[in-house]
């Protein structure tokens, strides 16, 4: 009996000690703080993996920026790219525009060919034209050589023939700027003859029948001597293919230096640039 009695009283001593021990053991485990916790861990965790995530992505495309979300808030943070490194373009015959050595105003493009901005500019840098002429000072038709100085001065030198006379021709030519159309001025001198003789094909032109004398006309030797005056307008070709090719049309006013006789003549020709 005495020894289920001293069973009995230390069962109950544990008991009380076991109840007496339970709240510091509890500490921290209430539901609140436990839900608290596991969110917090779950936030950390979930953010890490963003950002890992967020690094993989910028090593793919680096020129794009990245939302990161925090727990309970919402924050855009943009990372900084690196500079993209430009990379050369890759031109086209088309669009590939090459300086010429030694042009200043002349461009070459592989396509459109040459290209100048004003006639001026084309004269300035094409020195030289060889072209034909039908009519004026060089007589029913004739061959010019033009040497341009100058942007807008240059000098003529031609020759020219008709029938029963040929003629040689020098004269100065002064060009105004324009882009496709640009008027001009010469002033020059001509010698129209012919040394042959016995021929009366000089009837045929007007400007010859008006200013030989009656000797010239009976023995068909002559040789006479005009200073003229001419105005005219020029068609330039200024890029492509063509580019230097002129048309022109002029009037000319001839003196004839024996008679002290005005004359009024044209012509019309082209000529090409070099």
């Known amino acids: 009996m005495l020894k289920v009695s001293a069973c009995s009283l230390g069962a109950l001593l544990f008991l009380s000690l076991g109840q007496a021990h339970a709240a510091p ?17 779950e936030a950390e965790y979930a953010r890490d993996i963003r950002r890992q995530n967020q690094a993989e992505s910028l090593e793919e495309n680096p020129q794009q920026g990245a939302l990161v979300i925090e727990a309970g808030t919402t924050k855009q943070e943009t990372l900084a790219a690196p500079a993209a490194v430009s ?11 090459h300086s010429i050595p030694g042009a200043t105003n002349t461009y070459y493009s592989g396509s459109n060919g040459y290209s100048y901005d004003t006639t001026l500019k084309m004269r300035a840098e094409r020195k030289v034209g060889a072209g034909v002429a039908v009519g004026g000072s060089l007589g029913l038709a004739g061959f010019n050589m033009e040497l341009n100085f100058e942007d807008a001065d240059g000098v003529l030198a031609g020759f020219g023939t008709g029938p029963g006379y040929n ?18 001025t010469t002033v020059g001198y001509s ?41 005219g307008l020029q068609y330039n070709q200024l890029n492509g293919e063509f580019a230097g090719l002129s048309f022109f049309g002029e009037l000319t006013a001839m003196w004839e230096v024996k008679r002290s006789m005005i004359l009024p003549s044209g012509s019309v020709g082209a000529i090409y640039y070099f």
């Open 25 to 41: 053991l509890n500490l921290g485990s209430d539901a609140a703080t436990i839900k608290t916790k596991s969110r917090s861990i």
């Open 87 to 97: 990379k050369p373009q890759r031109s086209t015959s088309s669009d590939a525009i």
């Open 167 to 184: 003629t040689v021709q020098v004269a100065w030519k002064h060009a105004f700027d324009g882009d496709f159309l640009a008027p001009y």
């Open 191 to 231: 010698r129209w003859y012919n040394s042959r003789g016995r021929s009366s094909d000089y009837e045929n032109s007007d400007i010859l029948d008006r200013v030989l004398t009656e000797n010239e006309k009976k023995t068909g030797r002559f040789g006479t001597d005009f200073v003229n005056a001419s105005a």
